[in-house]
């Protein structure tokens, strides 16, 4: 077929106008993919953010938020996300504050507790440190009674024995006098002599008299170490002379000191240096000495019992150094062990069996050498190698000591 001009002309104009139109679709298309790509980001977009923000949450990211100001689903979506954001980290906060109200509370409990356990135990030592200044306060003035009351009559027994060895030695004069002037008495004189055996007589009464003598000079000593262990005829705070309350002391505790059935006696050595004498509580410092030497004749014994001190002995030492009276009370019983040497001088804390002691023995000396005289008391032991208690108190009373008079009953 032959194609004629007019039909060039529309196929020409047909290329024309399917370029054209296939320019525009071309472009069309690919406007549609940029709006569509960019659709998709803008739609995308607020999805990942509360993706992350949804995450965020999750693990514990409460002040996450997103900012989608839009106007549609998403943006509704993102206002109920950040209410609910709020709302959560309201509740937290809330949380916080109530279990940190708890914890402010349960910390004020256990210090409350603590408070209380701690008075209740103050309370307890202050019930035995009552008990036993009652029963030192009480055993004072029993020992100072039972010392006056057997004072007077020793007194007229030991004045009466002078004045009786004195009439005896004059019957015992007058009768050796009959014996040289009158050899040969009568056989009634005679018989009575034999039946007397009168040479026995005048040999053993004089002894006996000396004995009699010798027993009354020691009740007296015992009536003095009584009166000075419990020092209730003197003022509480004074100069004394430790020595004494020592050997008082010893003299109360000589029963348990000297030999048993069971045991051996206890050989006490004393070392006594030169000290003067020094302003205490000298009731008190008597009240130490006996709590530490009956401490020591207890490890004794206990060491006896075992079998491991053949010759028990307390030796007592004491001496001046610098401005302090320096006495050391030594054993050689079973020992104290390390583990427990810090706790000794606590309240309540005893080694002996139930119901032989309260443990408040060396917790009050502890205290009476340290809160009424300024001092110290210390203890050096190893098991099996005995122990030493060290007191230390200043020769002139501290002004803590004297600022102590006023408390003066606190331990009797």
């Known amino acids: 077929m032959e194609y004629t001009p007019l039909y060039k002309a529309a196929l020409a104009t047909a290329h024309k106008n399917i370029f054209v139109t296939s320019v525009i679709s071309l472009g069309c298309g690919m406007f549609a993919l940029a709006t569509g790509y960019l659709i998709s980001i803008s739609i995308s977009k607020p999805i990942k953010q509360l993706q992350q923000a949804v995450v965020n949450l999750a693990e514990g990211k409460l002040n996450t938020r997103v900012s989608i100001r839009s106007h549609d689903e998403i943006g509704e979506l993102a206002n109920s996300f950040n209410k609910m954001a709020d709302d959560l980290q309201y509740s937290r906060d809330e949380f916080v504050n109530a279990n940190e109200q708890l914890r402010n509370e349960i910390a004020e409990r256990q210090q409350a507790e603590v408070e209380l356990q701690q008075a209740l135990k103050d309370l307890k030592k202050t019930q035995i440190q009552l008990i036993q200044s009652e029963k030192m306060s009480s055993l004072g003035q029993l020992v100072a009674g039972v010392a006056h ?48 055996d009168i040479e026995y ?96 004749i ?24 610098n401005e302090n009276a320096v006495i050391r009370i030594a054993d050689n019983g079973v020992g104290i062990a390390e583990a427990i040497q810090s706790r ?69």
């Open 298 to 321: 207890d490890a004794l014994e206990e060491s006896l019992q075992k079998n491991i001190c053949p010759n028990p002995w307390i030796r007592i030492s004491s001496e001046q150094v």
């Open 201 to 296: 007589l005048i040999e053993d009464l004089p002894k006996m008299l000396s004995s009699m003598k010798m027993g009354a000079k020691r009740i007296r000593e015992i009536v003095l170490s009584l009166r000075i262990f419990s020092r209730l005829d003197e003022a509480e705070f004074k100069t004394v002379d430790l020595h004494e309350g020592i050997d008082s002391t010893l003299l109360i505790l000589q029963h348990r000191i000297k030999a048993q059935n069971n045991r051996l006696e206890i050989q006490v050595i004393k070392e006594y240096g030169e000290m003067p004498k020094i302003q205490c509580f000298a009731g008190q410092l008597n009240q130490v000495f006996m709590n530490l030497l009956a401490n020591a």
């Open 344 to 412: 000794l001088f606590d309240p309540f804390f005893t080694t002996k069996p139930v119901g032989q002691g309260t443990g408040m023995g060396l917790s009050i000396s502890y205290q009476i050498i340290t809160e009424k005289h300024g001092g110290s008391l210390q203890c050096i032991s190893s098991p099996g190698q005995g122990a030493e208690f060290i007191i230390a108190i200043p020769i002139r009373a501290v002004k803590s000591a004297q600022l102590s008079i006023c408390d003066r009953h606190a331990y009797g």
């Open 149 to 196: 009351e057997i004072n007077n009559p020793v007194n007229f027994i030991s004045g009466n024995l002078e004045h009786t060895d004195d009439y005896t030695q004059q019957l015992l004069l007058l009768i050796k006098l009959y014996q040289n002037y009158y050899p040969n008495p009568e056989p009634e004189i005679q018989n009575a002599n034999q039946v007397v």
